[in-house]
């Protein structure tokens, strides 16, 4: 046969393909704004898109262009270990779709995905982190440092591209323990405040992230500084009943509920035939129409059916049985425990929540009902299982007593401070009959002698209204080392030699943000009877990660006079010396999760550039009833502010972890060093250790 025309059909042409099938992604510098993140939605600007929406860290450094007529293109390179998590609840959208390892096909519902009022922003699928688009970045997820240089305010250091190396196992990260978890959780918090520190030095009309929570998991995640990856029915290990949240992303990087998001976790259980889903954790914190009053009983409302009014979601159309509704019908018919976070209004942070891990819980039953605005709505009956410690119910019998609705059992006095605190101080005894303790003078703050001055006078700053961060003009903040150190609602960024408030000489107004620990008790404290160490001190409210809660008070001593009790055999139990050995403790975030680089001089030691002696035996606040543990959840951190046209050096005692209420609050008393575990002379006498910790190591003082 003839070719047609000079062309031979009957061959097999050899045609190189105009575009490879290998995806190929620009760089980093070259990677476009996606204003969709396919195919699982919208990605809230100001955070960059998970591989493989962008080219991950490996392809970056090593991607070729697009070669079309290269027949055999390089191979994409994937990330090593699992895939990090994405920031919203994404789904897939079909069965046949695929999500992450750690978020798997069907593994999570979107009951609270359009609320407000959650964390104190909106978690709708708006944008809710705050426009990238003209945004000043180096690298991905690196910030712009500013410091001082030859005067000028507005030099900056970009990050450098630090690499952080995660201490987390494979294994760790798939399974964790309780101090792999608080582990996790410090680093988050740290991270958070101090992206919340930079972003409070920028100008309001700059773009800003709003979230910095949001960020910070995503910083988390990235940098596998997680755990408990691996999906489970029942306890979360390390994960502890009553434990406290303050953003839903903190319960995303332990692994207690995965959707950042949304309010029902669900997934397919691995070998069933029938695919269907069941529910592994819910989130019930008032934005649908929950039944929340029982502490063992939680009428929860199904996903879906709702739009937002101005205070909460009410359904508008009938909910389907599908997603998380049909996890949670699922779970009722096999019978499996679901873990249950109940969040509420947290009274010390306006616009804010606290949640709290209650346990775990069964499906008893479940309807559908008409809702307030017409929609018909899956109705769940959960019943917590029994023999479990009290969580919820806590909250809810605190609410009572600041209610008046009852009254605290065991109350001896409503106010120990006789009015010196703005907050009263109550004085309860539940274990025997112990009126009190020995009498003393309550003073809210440190009481120093005339002739005692620790340091010379410095100048106030020259602020007429509040001190703003990033004001290089603020002679305070310059004696911070440029940066404001407590965050917008009070909170301290990290733990530091020295904190300079403004004092007495500054102009600024009693109310300015650098004064946190001038303005006394802030959370609702009482003095408790323990069962074997004497009296203690725990809080009604929830603690936040570097709240501050109270100073130590007392009357400050030489150290001759301090040495001459001891001489006369007269023991002070009530003596805060900062010349004791500390063991030190990490709380400050890692600059290389940040992409900054570590200070030449950062001391992981934690000394006192003066030293100071504290008696509160005569004359104290309630920090006095403060006891001691190796494992504690408060530590000190100097404060110095000026009085009297002088400088005066203060102990301020912050929160390191979340701390829930009725948590009795301790701190670690030290060694002294001039004896150590065999001294039992002079003022300096060993005591026997009772805190019971796993890290006890048999004696204090």
Known sequence: MEPLNGIDKSRVLDVKPLRTLTPVFPTGAQAPNFGCMPPFGHT?????????????PQAQATQHSPDLNHVNPPAMQTPAGPMPAPLRSYRAPNPSGGLPHDFPEESNGDRESSM?????????????????SSRKKTTRGSYRKKVRRNGDADAVVLGSS?????????????????????????????????????????????DSIKRADLKAGNIAMTKKVRTNMRRRIGPVPGVEIGDIFFF?????????????????????????LEKDPIALSIVSSGGYEDDTDSSDVLIYSGQGGITNSKDKQVAVTDQKLERGNLALERSLQRGNEVRVIRGLKDDTTPNSKVYIYDGLYKIQESWTERGKSGGNMFKYKLVRVSGQPDAFSVLQTIRKWKDGFSSRAGLVLPDLTSGSERIP???VNEVDNEKGPAYFTYLPSLKYSKSFTLTQPSLGCKCRNACLPGDMNCSCIQKNEGEFPYTGNGILVSRKQLVYECGASCPCPPNCKNRVSQSGVKVRLEVFRTKDRGWGLRSWDP???????????????????????????EIDEYVFDTRRNFDSFKWNYEPGLLDEESPNDSVEAYSIPYPLIISAKNAGNVSRFINHSCSPNVFWQPVLYEQNNQSFLHIGFFAIRHIPPLTELTYDYGVSMSGGAGNNNGPHRKKKCLCGSSKCRGYFG
Do not use: W
Request: glycine residues 10%; charged residues 25%; negative net charge.
């Open 162 to 206: 630090v690499n952080f190396v995660s201490v987390i196992s494979p294994a760790q990260l798939e399974d964790g323990n309780r101090d792999l978890v608080n582990y996790v959780l410090m680093n988050f918090d740290a991270i958070r405040r101090r992206i919340c520190q930079i972003e409070d030095t920028k100008e309001k009309n700059t």
């Open 44 to 56: 809230p600007n100001g955070f960059s898109p998970f591989f493989p929406f962008s080219a991950p």
């Open 425 to 427: 101080v109550s004085l």
């Open 248 to 272: 839903r992303m903190e319960m995303c990087v332990v692994g207690l509920h995965a959707p950042s998001m949304a309010g029902i976790d669900y997934m397919t259980l691995r070998g069933d």
């Open 116 to 132: 407000g009022d959650e964390d104190g922003y909106f978690d709708g699928h708006k944008d809710v982190a705050g426009s990238s």
């Open 543 to 569: 603690i936040r990660a570097g709240a501050f809660i109270c100073e130590y008070a007392g009357e400050v001593i030489d150290e001759a006079k301090f040495k001459n009790k001891g001489d006369e055999g």
